[in-house]
């Protein structure tokens, strides 16, 4: 009897804080890694992931948004104990402590309206570019532009859905959005990539240094997590994954790669039916040289 109530004691102890109070989740919306919808509740691709965690593990969650540098800020002040999906940034890896596995790679693509004829960064020289305001983007953007002698005015937004409508209003010309969001959005707002791409990111979790022992322990089952889902194509993670970007993980052959392999089916079909016609045309000279 004794040494069951020990055991009873011992798993209480060991049982994270988090069955009891919330873990404070900072999540910087952008559809469909995380985003808010009307009634409150966040969704998407990192929210899934670490709810498959933390239900696993008995947690309680509750989660805010807002700027990465706001967020954190809030990491660093422990407001917050974990930031949901936040690019990766060696230079603050003194400061915060990240998943070793990442979420998803991610990078910077210049959208415009389907019908504008912009080819190459070249061609937004006098525009204006919409960027998300105080985004990694927004720098990124401007030191590109900067490189290539093109001066564009770089105009702030708050999400990349208002740069897209502003896009599709045409009060910018182009806009500085994630290949994560042009995956899964481009379509909705009739826009299109422009060839330049820039900033690549990987998407991670974090805490802040030195994490509290539960923190530590949160971040840790994380890590765990993204690790045993990677490594199997079954998984909660890839489930996820084809949820919110359904089209990102089927292989699409190049373009040129693809007209090679018609090219290639026409000429053997062309020598299949050559061969098949000398073989008629023998077979009737043949004949004809036999007689009737």
Not at 29 to 36: I, S, V, Y
Not at 132 to 148: C, I, K, M
Not at 210 to 226: H, Q, R, W
Not at 232 to 255: Q, T, V
């Amino acid at each position: 009897m004794r040494q069951i109530v020990v055991l009873v004691l011992l798993a209480a102890f060991a049982s994270p804080v988090f069955s009891a109070q919330a873990l404070r989740v900072g999540v910087l919306q952008e559809t469909p890694l995380a985003f808010m919808t009307k009634n409150g509740r966040f969704h998407g691709f990192a929210v899934d992931v670490l709810q498959n965690v933390a239900m696993l593990r008995g947690w309680q969650m509750a989660y805010e948004t807002g700027t990465e540098s706001e967020l954190l800020e809030k990491l660093e002040r422990h407001e917050i104990d974990v930031l949901a999906n936040v690019a990766y940034a060696p230079e603050h890896a003194n400061r915060v402590r990240y998943t070793q596995h990442a979420l998803i790679n991610n990078w910077g693509e210049i959208a415009v309206r389907n019908d504008a004829s912009a080819e190459s960064l070249a061609d937004l020289d006098g525009k204006r570019i919409g960027v998300v305001r105080a985004s990694r983007f927004e720098e990124a953007l401007q030191d590109l532009l900067n490189r290539f002698g093109i001066e564009s005015e770089l105009v702030a937004y708050p999400s990349f859905d208002d740069v897209a409508n502003a896009i599709v209003d045409s009060d910018i010309y182009a806009g500085a959005l994630s290949r994560i969001f042009m995956l899964r959005r481009a379509d909705h707002y009739q826009i299109k990539r422009v060839p330049a791409t820039f900033a690549p990111l990987e998407i991670r979790y974090a805490a802040a240094r030195p994490p509290p022992p539960e923190v530590l322990e949160a971040i840790e089952a994380i890590d765990e997590s993204l690790g045993e889902g990677k490594r199997s194509g079954a998984s909660y993670y890839y489930a996820s994954f084809d949820k919110w970007l359904p089209i990102d993980r089927r292989y699409h052959l190049p373009r040129h790669v693809v007209w090679s392999l018609y090219v290639m089916a026409a000429l053997l079909a062309g020598i299949v039916l050559g061969r098949v016609w000398e073989r008629v045309q023998a077979r009737k000279n043949t004949r004809d040289a036999h007689g009737p």
